[in-house]
């Protein structure tokens, strides 16, 4: 039980299951953001960030980074999240296209929390549950690994 094996899988059974609970607790998230109320916004900037390589040429185009202003319940807001997911390339460009500078937008408000708002709601719609996944397979291999040393398979 004293082991290295045995303490590595402690360890990835403590951040998997952390990372278990947070990412289903981001998933209910998101799922409930489809049903929060929308209010008027307006993009005050967008930036793209991030190199990656297209056609042989470095740009900046991985990441998205949006700001954009909403009141609700008489209280002005600024929000910094388009989605409740990571977005990354080719989906940026999209966005920074979709989400211009000075356009008004559609933003979808956490009527529990007025500070917490996104432009798109829901979970990622190709991959939901890419995160409940990646925490359950790392606490899986941590039940493994512990598993594994205390019967004694791993020294």
């Known amino acids: 039980m004293n082991s290295l094996p045995f303490w590595f899988g402690a360890v990835f059974v403590l951040v998997g299951t952390m990372a278990l609970i947070r990412a289903v607790r981001?998933?209910?998230l998101a799922e409930r953001s489809r049903t929060w109320p929308t209010v008027p916004g307006r993009i005050e900037s967008v930036r793209l960030w991030g190199g990656r390589r297209i056609d042989g040429e470095m740009r900046e185009v991985e990441h998205l980074a949006v700001d954009f202003r909403y009141s609700f319940r008489g209280r002005t807001h600024r929000g910094t999240?388009?989605?409740l997911y990571t977005v990354v390339?080719?989906?940026t460009v999209e966005w920074a296209r979709?989400?211009?500078a000075g356009a008004g937008v559609d933003v979808h408000v956490d009527p529990d929390r007025p500070d917490r708002a996104v432009l798109v709601p829901g979970p990622h719609p190709?991959?939901?549950?890419?995160?409940v996944v990646l925490a359950a397979s790392g606490l899986m291999l941590g039940l493994a690994l512990?598993?594994?040393?205390w019967v004694g398979l791993l020294t």
């Open 146 to 149: 512990v598993a594994s040393a």
């Open 89 to 91: 390339y080719p989906r």
């Open 81 to 83: 999240a388009p989605a």
């Open 26 to 28: 981001n998933l209910g």
């Open 126 to 131: 190709e991959k939901p549950y890419s995160d």
């Open 98 to 100: 979709r989400f211009e």
